[in-house]
């Protein structure tokens, strides 16, 4: 069975930091690239941060030295540290990773930064 699920979402103030995690299954974790999307609304979905297989992290320019992306191949999880949160930041979160022939998705997990 083929499955992301994200959790650690929930409301924080500007300023603040959430932990997001992904747990995959292991048949499309192994030796793929893993990202975490973000989509606020009314905008398009956007790329905030990747990490392949040998764990080479890419970042949106946005969240830069303020996101942290990281993996545990014995657990088949990603977590994504948010740090320095700011309402800019307010988006639905979607863990997505992708094979030759299938693009995978989660179901998101919805970040609010507001006072």
């Known amino acids: 069975q083929v499955y992301l699920v994200e959790s650690g979402g929930g409301l924080v103030q500007p300023g603040g930091s959430l932990r997001l995690s992904c747990a995959a299954s292991r048949s499309i974790f192994r030796f793929n690239t893993m990202g975490w999307y973000r989509q606020a609304p009314g905008k398009q979905r956007e790329l905030v941060a990747s990490i392949t297989s040998g764990s080479i992290t890419n970042y949106v320019d946005s969240v830069k030295g303020r996101f942290t992306i990281s993996r545990d191949n014995a657990k088949s999880t990603i977590d994504l540290q948010m740090n320095s949160l700011q309402p800019e930041d307010t988006a639905v979160y979607y863990c997505?990773?992708?094979?030759?022939?299938?693009?995978?998705w989660g179901k998101g997990t919805l970040v609010t930064v507001s006072s």
């Open positions: 997505n990773t992708f094979t030759p022939l299938s693009v995978y």
